[in-house]
């Protein structure tokens, strides 16, 4: 049987049965899943905010979860939320969120949030009451804006807004000030706020694993570019879209023609965003090659199944196209590789039935 938030919130009246007593607002619970830590030898008293924005967390998006410790991976610190795993993978949610609510606000103590390869498209106000997160991770979704409140998430160290559909950011961007790593690849950015170069962040080199602070890769940047953006050595780079474990040539996409010239792997390549996409059954998938080369152009499940190869074989220099029809595959996010012997890229697509 659903175990309902307001049946745990009866818990913190149960001093009768032996439960340490928890200061006001806040509810114990004993029986823990596996996927909550409490830190620091903390007991297991539960702020009843947090406990309610992570119930509808799960109320809105219809999950089967027992309760609202059971929402992905968790980690709480003195009663309060820290960190919040709710990607749609292992570890993370049973099924991709298409929404927030707006008691996301309450987890204000909140310091990392993990949200890829969900499906959410917009963000609530209150979202930017998260005022001490310092790492968010929200790529792979279908966001199509970032609200002005996004400058009052000034603790940031860490942004991944990558594999997104966001058009354009705010000037309130820029006050950002702590920010480290930015990823703002793959969207559909044409412009950029003349102020983004006052932020701090290290625009053209990698850390020692070599990922870079900063990638841009893959949007439509083609005109009043500023400088610190346009003279980065990571303004055609994204990062490979499962893993993240390896950078990507992406160009610009300027008047619909992709710039070979400027990439910067061996045998340069290039795999568009399928269209359409979100689709039914069918969506065309176009890449292109500057010289001959042997590739693999292969479909995978979001667990990393591969479903069919759609191509295999060496390709004369140009664009090539093919389909692949998901008829016989159920809805969800998939993801298509084109893999060379020097590089690999990936693109997200959702069959919708």
């Known amino acids: ?36 830590t409490i830190l620091a030898g903390g007991d ?23 309760t609202p410790l059971h929402l992905g991976t968790q980690t709480w610190l003195n009663g309060r939320l820290r960190f919040l795993v709710a990607g749609n993978y292992w570890g ?19 310091r990392a949030l993990y949200l890829e390869w969900n499906n ?41 807004l990558g594999y997104n559909q966001i058009p354009s950011i705010p000037d309130s961007f820029c006050n950002l000030s702590n920010l480290t790593y930015w990823w703002m690849f793959n969207n559909e950015l044409d412009q950029l706020p003349d102020c983004i170069c006052s932020l701090n962040i290290n625009w053209n080199d990698d850390n020692s694993e070599n990922i870079p602070y900063f ?20 303004f055609h780079i994204s990062l490979d879209q499962w893993y993240y474990t390896w950078p990507v040539s992406d160009s610009q996409n300027c008047d619909g023609l992709y710039n ?7 045998i340069d390549f290039k795999l568009a965003q399928p269209y359409p996409n979100p689709f039914n059954p069918e ?26 190869t759609l191509q295999k074989g060496y390709f004369e220099p140009g664009l090539h196209k093919t389909i692949w029809n998901g008829q016989n595959h159920p809805s969800g996010i998939y993801l298509i590789r084109m893999k060379t012997e020097y590089y ?3 693109r997200k697509v959702i069959l919708m039935k």
């Open 92 to 110: 993370g949610v049973e099924s991709p969120l298409s929404i927030l609510p707006e008691s996301i606000g309450n987890l204000d103590d909140l």
């Open 283 to 308: 969506t065309v998938i176009t890449f292109e090659v500057s010289q001959k080369t042997y590739l693999q152009l292969e479909v995978f499940n979001i667990i990393g199944k591969k479903i069919t």
């Open 120 to 160: 959410l498209s917009s963000l609530p106000e209150s979202f930017f009451q998260l005022i001490n997160l310092m790492s968010l991770y929200i790529s792979n979704n279908q966001l199509e804006e970032i609200g002005e409140g996004i400058g009052d998430l000034n603790n940031l160290l860490t942004l991944d």
């Open 44 to 66: 297991s008293c539960f702020f009843d905010n947090d406990l309610i924005a992570l119930n509808d967390i799960i109320t809105l998006n219809q999950l089967s979860y027992d």
């Open 344 to 346: 690999a890229q990936l």
């Open 260 to 266: 070979l010239n400027e990439f910067i792997n061996p």
């Open 1 to 36: 049987m659903r175990l309902t938030l307001q049946y745990i919130l009866l818990f913190s009246f149960c001093y009768q049965l032996g439960y340490p007593q928890c200061d006001s607002n806040y509810t114990y619970i004993n029986d823990l899943p596996i996927s909550v």
């Open 215 to 234: 990638a841009i890769g893959g949007n439509n940047l083609c005109e009043n570019i500023p400088d610190c953006i346009a003279n980065s050595e990571n």
